[in-house]
């Protein structure tokens, strides 16, 4: 379901030094703006929506409607179709700058035109006759305004104005109409691994990338169109600390305005196997009570770990099942002879207890191989207790 771009590296390399610094967005005097309607909303909560009907005498008439955002947050635009002309909607910010244009398609139903996130802030909305003539065309808008911070801010097509990111959080965002990156920054205090876990989009190919504070591409993934709002995890890297972006772009999209969530994991050196570690002589010395992760890197890696009983105890062995992937978790005494292999059930990403021993006082390995499904470079986490 999804690839890695290594061929088109290079390439993209080169576009996105050009792309940067670049925005293609038209802007237009904010002096249209001053007669502008403003939208009322029901309520001055978190979710609040503005419902406003209205007529354009002709195909040239155009209105325009302001929207106050206290915070940071999420607008969301559905249009009443006319039968006539497609009604199309451009939102902009206070300066006259465009974000995105979207129309409904002729017609009687509601349509759901675009989502976008952006900073707290004034913000005027076009509506006008994209295409099509008429008169005593009628119109309805419907605006969704949700305040909340783990959303992107547009613009943020550049370096410059990522959108700021906290790790291990998740973050909802829209693609862009001019197949611009949408970036995030972020920054780690320590060394680790970084874990991007993103949607698919059901209506184009979503671009993942990781870059460093160069803006050099470090990661580059394509999720294919797939017809289920799902969250994958799509890479692991070791990162040094530093400065970092994410970025999200569309690919050979039916329809721009795609949504997605993506979730940044990022985990300590320590809690992180340290390959190679094929064999007993090998394993990476572990201990009860946190929780240890390692990847999968393909079909035939195996993963030892090496851990200590100071008495004789019952020991739990806690495995997290994965989405797309099942494990053979092998039990091994201090000469390497299989006390016991337990397996993980593929389902629904919880942590679970996969079984318990009765150890004696001793030195135990683990051995953690692939047993069915995606085997590429497949992230998983266990613990012991
Ligand atoms: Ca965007
Ligand atoms: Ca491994
Ligand atoms: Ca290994």
Redesign the pocket.
């Known amino acids: 379901m999804f690839k890695k771009v290594t061929a088109l590296l290079v390439t993209l390399c080169l576009c996105f030094s050009m792309n940067v610094g670049f925005t293609s967005a038209e802007t237009i005097s904010s002096e249209v703006f001053k007669d502008a309607t403003a939208l009322n909303f029901d309520s001055l909560e978190e979710m609040s929506e503005s419902a406003t009907m209205g007529v354009l005498k002709n195909q040239e008439e155009v209105k325009y409607y302001s929207i106050e955002m206290k915070r940071n947050g999420e607008l969301y635009f559905t249009v009443q179709q006319n039968p006539n002309v497609e009604i199309g909607v451009t939102l902009y910010d206070a300066n006259g700058e465009e974000y995105e244009t979207y129309y409904a398609d002729q017609g009687n139903e509601e349509e759901d035109i675009f989502g976008q996130g952006v900073a707290k802030g004034t913000y005027y909305v076009k509506v006008f006759v994209y295409h099509g003539t008429g008169e005593t065309l009628p119109y309805k808008l419907d605006v969704l305004r949700m305040y909340y911070d783990q959303i992107e801010i547009e613009r943020n097509n550049t370096l410059q104005t990522a959108t700021p990111i906290k790790v291990g959080k998740d973050y909802l965002g829209y693609t862009d109409q001019k197949d611009t990156d949408d970036l995030y920054r972020f920054t780690t205090t320590k060394d680790g691994y970084l874990n991007l876990k993103g949607t698919f989009g059901n209506d184009s190919e979503l671009n993942y990338r990781l870059l460093n504070a160069k803006g050099e591409v470090l990661e580059d993934w394509v999720l294919e169109e797939y017809d289920y709002y799902e969250m994958t995890s799509i890479f692991t890297k070791f990162l040094k600390s530093g400065t970092y972006y994410i970025s999200v772009m569309q690919e050979n999209g039916k329809y721009s305005n795609e949504q997605y969530i993506f979730e940044t994991l990022f985990i300590d050196n320590k809690q992180f196997?340290k390959?190679?570690?094929?064999s007993i002589k090998?394993a990476n010395v572990i201990s009860a009570n946190s929780v240890y992760h390692?990847l999968l890197?393909q079909k035939t890696?195996?993963?030892?770990y090496k851990f200590n009983v100071a008495k004789n105890k019952t020991v739990a062995f806690n495995f997290k099942r994965l989405e797309d992937t099942a494990f053979k978790v092998k039990v091994l005494n201090s000469k390497g002879k299989v006390v016991k292999t337990f397996t993980t059930k593929v389902g629904d990403e919880a942590f679970v207890k996969i079984g318990s021993l009765n150890l004696a006082k001793g030195t135990y390995y683990l051995d953690v191989e692939y047993l069915q499904g995606y085997s590429e470079k497949v992230l998983y986490n266990f613990s012991l207790k």
């Open positions: 196997e390959e190679a570690n094929n090998q390692g890197n890696d195996k993963d030892f």
